[in-house]
Structure formats: structure tokens, C-alpha cells
């Protein structure tokens, strides 16, 4: 019983992180005498931190936005430091106007950047939203004569230092790598699909029961086939959304996942592909690479630095993928006589899990919190 509220307990607090993370992206451009910028920030995020919502009803409008414009300036330049040779430039924004992207409306800051020195570096730091949101990234697209560097701002890495003579790509590579492994470490749904189709692997089905697996290898095997699958499948859906070849609206992507979610984990209880879950792995994978994408496509960067983040980013997925699998498979291995795992972990906590993201697709279907903060 404890160990039940324990859980319980876990996927309430999972749920509270169930949504897309929190984005803004922030572009600079230096090859112009004096330094230009542009600020994309959710309003949804703008909203939370210093209330856009002036009547309460939930919309967000162009005229609400318009009243806060100084507001959403102060608060958002308070919280962006460029320095060039350690001595700080002033910004100041001469444009706003609200723009739409995958996930909903973003307000767009367009300023200027005035440095009292020349020099071969910036030094930027950010701290948008880190107050607020551990979860939340800056994604940053830099241009200086051409070339265009990218990089990603977060908590554990608030300022980056840009090099205006070289603009190193292997350095973006690294920086979209650690973002993909933050990426599946962080998307609980990703996670949880993943591990609802492997718990059976250490499992067989016969005459309508579970029997444990005598060795290693069958369950090893089968643990490659469904990773193999889910990873060919979101890369593909993952580099061609990102590429802007193929677009579909977020709020159906996300909610597909969610009933991803809960489909992956009834079938535990109520086998049906329990010698294929690789195909569910494949299907479901495909709708898996468009949440992903929204990392990538989003920021709008030229094909060259796009290809580069896609390599980093999706390698770092993997990266953090193969990680959780490594973890899991030994554990349930080893346990797989128990009680616990048979009937607890297989059958209780697949459908607690599936009840989780029934909750989850409720929410992103129909817009609603119903769990979440």
C-alpha cells in the first residue's frame, strides 16, 4: 500500500510536466555596425510571470498585449546581459508585435544592442523564466557576416560566449546534444510510452498468461527491436518536420502522444500486440519525432545551422534514450519473478499510467488543466 501512494504520489507530480517545455527564441545579428535582436517569448509564459490576462477569461488578445508592451519590455530586457569586453551594452527594444508558432502566440521583441566598445566577443546572459520554470530553454540563433552559430540557454548554463572572428559548429552540435538528452529526460510521456512497451520484454505470453523469460538474451532482443523501431521512427518524423517538409499543429501531435501513452500501457493489461509491440514502437514513434521537432522547428534556422542542431539534438535523444534503457532493462530483469513486477508494475502501474494520460489527453485535447499547475 505504501508503495502504491508512493506512485500515485510520482505520476501527480509527473503530470505537473506533462506539456510542452517552456521556449523562447532569441536571435542576434551582429553584422551590421550596431547590433539587432529579436525576442519571441510565449504569452502564455509572459502571462504567468506578470498577468496579460486583464479580464480573466483566458484569451490573451492583441489589445491586452498592447497595453502591457512596456511591462513585457522591461520584464524581458531585465533578464537579457550582453557584455562586450566585460563592460555592459545597453538594449533597448523599437519594435513589438505577436506572432504565431507551433505551440500558440508569442510576443516579438525587436531592439537594439549598443556596446561602448568594440570587441571579438559577447559575453550573453540569460535568466528568462529560470525563476519560474527549471524546465524552461533560450534558444539562440547568432549571425555575424554570414555565418550563424546556435546555441541553448538553460539553468545549469545561463551564459554563453560568442566568438565574433570564428563561429564554431561543433559547438552548437554540443549544445543541441546536451538539449536532446535534457529533452528525454524531461518528457515524461516519451518516458513512459518507452517504458510501458518494454516492461513486458523480460515477460512472455502464453495461453493467456505471463511467464518469465529464462534468459537474458530473448529479452534483450526484444528490448532492441522496440528502441530500433521508436528511434527509426520519431528520427524520421523528427528531421523531416524540422525541416519544414511535413507540419502538423501541436495540440494534435501532443495529444496523440498522450493517447500513446495510454494505449502502450493498456495493452499490458489487455494484451493485444504482445509479439509485436515493435510495431506499436514504429507507430507511435512517428508521432513521437513531431513533438520533438518543435525544438528545431520553431527558431526558423537557415539550412546550414539547421542541419548541425539536428544531428546534436537528435544524437542527444538517443544519447539519453539508450541511458533510461540501460537503466531499466537489468532492473526488471532481475526482478521479473516477483510479485511485484508481475502484478504491481505490469498490471497496476500500467493502469495507472494509462489513467495519468487519459488526464493528459483530456488537457491538451480539449486546452484544459485538469492536473497540471
Known amino acids: 500500500m505504501k508503495t502504491l501512494i508512493v506512485f500515485v504520489l510520482l505520476m501527480w507530480a509527473v503530470a505537473a510536466h506533462a506539456h510542452k517545455p517552456s521556449d523562447s527564441y532569441l536571435r542576434l545579428d551582429t553584422s551590421q555596425p550596431q547590433i539587432h535582436g529579436q525576442w519571441d517569448i510565449a504569452l502564455r509564459d509572459l502571462d504567468y510571470a506578470i498577468g496579460l490576462n486583464s479580464?480573466?477569461?483566458?484569451?490573451?488578445?492583441?489589445?491586452?498585449?498592447?497595453?502591457?508592451?512596456?511591462?513585457?519590455?522591461?520584464?524581458?530586457?531585465?533578464?537579457l546581459h550582453i557584455e562586450a569586453g566585460r563592460v555592459g551594452c545597453s538594449s533597448q527594444v523599437t519594435e513589438q508585435l505577436v506572432d504565431h508558432h507551433s505551440d500558440g502566440s508569442y510576443a516579438v521583441l525587436r531592439f537594439t544592442v549598443d556596446c561602448p566598445r568594440p570587441t571579438d566577443a559577447l559575453d550573453v546572459r540569460y535568466s528568462l523564466f529560470f525563476d519560474l520554470d527549471p524546465q524552461h530553454r533560450g534558444l539562440l540563433s547568432f549571425t555575424n557576416s554570414g555565418g550563424t552559430r546556435t546555441a541553448v540557454f538553460s539553468p545549469d548554463r545561463p551564459t554563453q560566449r560568442l566568438d565574433l572572428a570564428t563561429l564554431s559548429p561543433w559547438q552548437s552540435v554540443l549544445d543541441f546534444w546536451r538539449d536532446g538528452v535534457w529533452h528525454i529526460?524531461?518528457?515524461?510521456?516519451?518516458?513512459?510510452?518507452?517504458?510501458?512497451?518494454?516492461?513486458?520484454?523480460?515477460?512472455?505470453?502464453d495461453a493467456g498468461h505471463w511467464h518469465v523469460v529464462p534468459q537474458f538474451?530473448?529479452?534483450?532482443?526484444?528490448?532492441?527491436k522496440i528502441v530500433t523501431a521508436f528511434t527509426l521512427a520519431h528520427s524520421i518524423t523528427l528531421s523531416l518536420a524540422a525541416l519544414g517538409t511535413v507540419h502538423l499543429p501541436a495540440r494534435l501531435v501532443e495529444s496523440g502522444i498522450a493517447a500513446s501513452v495510454?494505449?502502450?500501457?493498456?495493452?499490458?493489461?489487455?494484451?493485444?500486440?504482445?509479439?509485436?509491440r515493435w510495431l506499436v514502437g514504429f507507430g507511435f514513434g512517428?508521432?513521437?519525432?513531431?513533438?520533438?521537432?518543435?525544438?528545431?522547428?520553431?527558431?526558423?534556422?537557415?539550412t546550414g545551422p539547421l542541419l548541425l542542431a539536428l544531428v546534436g539534438f537528435n544524437t542527444?535523444?538517443?544519447?539519453?534514450?539508450?541511458a533510461i534503457v540501460g537503466s531499466f532493462l537489468p532492473l526488471a530483469y532481475i526482478v521479473r519473478r516477483?510479485?511485484?513486477?508481475?502484478?504491481?508494475?505490469?498490471?497496476?502501474?500500467?493502469?495507472?499510467?494509462a489513467v495519468l494520460a487519459a488526464v493528459w489527453f483530456v488537457e491538451r485535447a480539449l486546452d484544459l488543466r485538469?492536473?497540471?499547475?
Not at 485538469?370 to 499547475?373: A, D, G, T, V, W
Open 185 to 205: 529526460w524531461t518528457g515524461y510521456d516519451h518516458i513512459l510510452f518507452l517504458l510501458t512497451l518494454l516492461m513486458p520484454a523480460v515477460l512472455r505470453r
Open 217 to 224: 538474451r530473448p529479452a534483450l532482443i526484444e528490448t532492441l
Open 370 to 373: 485538469l492536473l497540471s499547475s
Open 55 to 79: 479580464n480573466g477569461d483566458g484569451v490573451i488578445t492583441w489589445g491586452e498585449v498592447r497595453t502591457q508592451q512596456s511591462a513585457i519590455a522591461a520584464y524581458a530586457l531585465a533578464r
Open 286 to 302: 512517428l508521432l513521437h519525432g513531431f513533438g520533438f521537432a518543435s525544438v528545431l522547428a520553431d527558431p526558423g534556422l537557415p
Open 338 to 353: 516477483s510479485w511485484f513486477y508481475q502484478r504491481f508494475t505490469l498490471v497496476v502501474a500500467s493502469s495507472l499510467i
Open 262 to 276: 495510454v494505449c502502450a500501457a493498456l495493452n499490458n493489461t489487455y494484451p493485444v500486440f504482445h509479439e509485436s
Open 316 to 322: 542527444g535523444v538517443e544519447t539519453g534514450q539508450l
